[in-house]
């Protein structure tokens, strides 16, 4: 029996979350195809989310759409009153 969508995005959420500690990526399921979706702050987390995410749905294809947003130092120090 073919695992239903709701499933596989339930699986797939899990795995991000436990193993590359992502919550913030969407995930769609549409005809065989999983849809990820979002923002990270390296080009590894984003390969990290897609094996995830291939680890999860064996059998399902992967399209990362994940997107890499830099994050820049803090330029100097914050005061707190």
Sequence with gaps: MADLPGYVSARIQERLAGEAYELGIRVDVRGNTV????????????????EAARAAAKGWEICNEVH??????????????
């Design 68 to 81: 890499v947003v830099a994050v820049g130092e803090p330029e100097g120090e914050e005061t707190i009153s």
């Design 35 to 50: 849809h990820l979706r979002g923002e990270v702050v390296s080009e590894e987390r984003r390969l990290d989310v897609e």
